[in-house]
């Protein structure tokens, strides 16, 4: 039985799920989901807002810098929900 392996899209921290858990690709390992974010509804999504520093820019960074780059398809720049982020 192949072990299913995620990937955290921020750090690269692997861990394995179980198989039928098949959305599992697009998470974070649980040290960088406690980060701070506040739920907000924004028409369909449900965006996790981000509640530390941001750049000129209005991207959320932290002490090693941009939170999750890419592109927010919900459109709320800070948004941090993984779900919500596309890269390019
Ligand atoms: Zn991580
Ligand atoms: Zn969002």
């Known amino acids: 039985m192949a072990l299913n392996k995620v ?4 750090c690269g921290y692997k861990w394995v ?3 039928d858990k098949k959305d599992a690709r697009d998470l974070l390992c649980k040290s960088c989901r406690v980060k701070p974010a506040r739920v907000v509804q924004k028409g369909e999504y449900r965006c ?3 509640q530390g520093e941001v ?3 209005l991207n959320p960074i932290d002490e090693s810098g941009l939170v999750l780059p890419g592109v927010r398809v919900c459109g709320m720049k800070d948004c941090v929900n ?3 982020i596309v890269v390019r």
């Open 55 to 57: 750049d000129s820019d």
């Open 7 to 10: 990937e955290c899209r921020r």
């Open 48 to 50: 996790e807002a981000w």
């Open 17 to 19: 799920v179980s198989p």
């Open 82 to 84: 993984p779900k919500h």
